[in-house]
């Protein structure tokens, strides 16, 4: 392959991928099953990136495994945007050329950062080659899939070559349980899991959380929820929840036979100060923007927000985006969530709030929301519960119930 | 009288650079320096970020001795753009380097040619070590750093 032999397009991303492996100091190269491209909405303004899609393009390079794609802040399926005054922000209107390299590679254009709801589905112990931070910490975890957490244009090229270095998640003694977290709090909310989760994270960095003390009946939202936002307040790339997550049957299991290298509690008053410590917006003031959906909302979370917005009208200095996957969203549309979202001045759309937070504009703008991975990365934010969200936008400022 | 001290460590690029020292023992975050100019398209290696101790401070031009990169798996291809515009640091000298910065310094050896030295695990503590203002020489063909204070 670094030969030639599979045309240019495949030995220069050998070339790459092999020198990688060395400073890893990786044994081999692996095959991999599929790939998920990061952050495109940020990369069709970087001639470096568009100008190696452009190169590899023209060699006539195919990716070789199903790779799937991050979303746009905007995207074109709803044109409408996520408010009536919506502009397209400048960068994307230029987003037509990557998006050309992509469909040459045959890079589907799922445009979700939950690519594992629909599009890209991997199976149990199948070794991938994933973007994405949040999706990486959810297959690896939830579904028990193989990822390290795979650089922008890693992506790329590994799915261009089939191929990636073995080392790191690949290798099963790297994937036990190190950090035994001891949750000591009934009932937990999908809210308390992302407090947990922002706490987690930045506790355990880039080791590998054990959580005790979440129940069985968890939700696999509520999984995606937590993983997503450990994934951005530390560098957690899998965790394990015994009897919850498929490479721990029980807690021994969990840490493969080996002892926790430590030991942290979270109880009430973690999750409570972590809450607190998520919001730069405090209760009473005034917001512009409610985002919900970081990660891509499933439909069961869809449903969730149509009912606590049935009969109700969001404030009309308040912008509403509910942030899905499009599989959601259409089924959102065929059951009717989608009209009720949209009669109380909600918008059902695509694309990726966390990105347009970013750009001129909304990045003036305060927000609130239910993601513990948007708190992370957005400076002018409160966090609050789904239904303090939706209280929130109908009266126009910060409700805390 | 100029003072030298020569650290041995791993090369995990290729290359030669010599420059100053800007010294860190706070990870740098390479997608929030670099992101708001690349967008703008005005290119700026300003640290923006005002909880960081090298706020303000440019990054450019400069050998940056640092713990490790933080953030986003973006931050390689951030660094590989930043080599593109000539905004980047000369060389980059660090602790535990996750891979992601490593491969943006790989990339553009690869497709600009345009290598960029890291050199990590040292001998010595290069944050103890190294002082910013320092004149450094990194050789991430061999390892070697370099360090030459005047006194």
Not at chain 1, 148 to 163: F, H, K, P, Q, Y
Not at chain 1, 291 to 314: R, S, W
Not at chain 2, 22 to 38: C, E, S
Not at chain 2, 42 to 64: M, N, Q, T
Request: hydrophobic share 40%; net charge neutral; proline share 5%.
């Amino acid at each position: 392959m670094l030969g030639g032999g599979y045309g240019p397009a495949v030995e220069l991303a050998m070339k790459a991928i092999v020198k990688v492996g060395d400073t890893v100091k990786a044994e081999k190269l692996i095959p991999i099953a599929s790939s998920h491209t990061g952050n495109a909405g940020l990369l069709s303004t970087w001639g470096s990136y568009v100008g190696v899609l452009k190169q590899l393009a023209e060699y006539g390079a195919k990716v070789n495994v199903p790779t799937s794609e991050n979303p746009y802040p905007y995207d074109i399926r709803t044109p409408l945007g996520p408010s009536e005054e919506f502009e397209i922000p400048e960068p994307f209107k230029k987003s037509g050329q990557l998006e050309g390299y992509y469909r040459t590679l045959g890079i589907m254009p799922t445009w979700t950062c939950t690519p594992y709801q629909y599009g890209n589905i991997p199976r149990f112990g199948q070794h991938i080659s994933w973007e994405e931070s949040s999706a990486v910490v959810f297959v690896n975890a939830v579904l028990g899939a193989k990822t390290n957490r795979e650089s922008i244009l890693m992506d790329v090229l590994t799915a261009i070559a089939g191929r990636t270095p073995y080392h790191g998640l690949h290798i099963n003694e790297n994937r036990r349980g190190e950090t035994l977290c001891v949750i000591q709090k009934n009932k937990l909310t999908s809210a308390d899991y992302q407090a947990i989760g922002y706490y987690v994270g930045r506790t355990v960095g880039n080791k590998i959380p054990v959580l005790d003390g979440m129940p069985r009946d968890i939700s696999v939202s509520d999984l995606k929820n937590f993983g997503s936002t450990a994934a951005a307040s530390g560098a957690v790339a899998h965790f394990h929840v015994p009897g919850v997550t498929p490479e721990a049957r029980s807690l021994e299991d969990a840490f493969g036979g080996e002892k926790p290298t430590d030991k942290i509690e979270i109880g009430l008053r973690e999750i409570k100060e972590t809450s607190e410590e998520m919001s730069a917006i405090q209760e009473g003031e005034k917001i512009d923007v409610v985002a919900v959906g970081c990660p891509h909302y499933y439909i069961e979370e869809i449903q969730a927000i149509a009912k606590m917005l049935n009969g109700k009208k969001v404030n009309k200095n308040v912008q509403f985006w509910v942030f899905a996957h499009d599989t959601s969203r259409t089924l959102a549309q065929k059951l009717g969530y989608a009209n009720v979202i949209e009669a109380s001045g909600a918008r059902l759309v695509t694309g990726c709030p966390l990105l347009l937070s970013k750009y001129p504009h909304y990045d003036k703008m305060r927000i609130m929301s239910d993601s513990g991975r948007m708190c992370y990365y957005v400076d002018l934010i409160a966090y609050g519960s789904l239904e303090d969200c939706v209280k929130s936008a109908v009266e126009g400022k910060v409700v805390r119930s | 009288m100029a003072n030298k001290i020569v650290l041995k460590g791993t090369g995990l690029t290729r290359g030669v650079a010599e420059g100053e020292a800007l010294v860190t023992k706070q990870p740098v975050n390479m997608l929030a320096t670099y992101m708001q100019g690349f967008m703008l398209n005005k290119p700026s290696s300003v640290i923006g970020d005002a909880r960081h101790e090298l706020f303000g401070k440019d990054i450019k031009g400069k050998i940056l001795i640092f713990p490790y990169a933080s953030g986003s798996l973006a931050c390689g291809a951030c660094l590989l753009e930043a080599i593109k515009q000539g905004v980047a640091p000369k060389a980059l000298v660090g602790i535990e380097m996750e891979t992601a910065i490593v491969e943006g310094a790989i990339f553009s050896d690869v497709f600009l040619n345009l290598p960029l030295p890291i050199v990590q695990g040292l001998d010595k503590n290069p944050l103890e070590i190294i002082r910013t203002g320092d004149q450094v020489k990194v050789d991430a063909n061999t390892g070697v750093v370099e360090v030459t204070r005047k006194r």
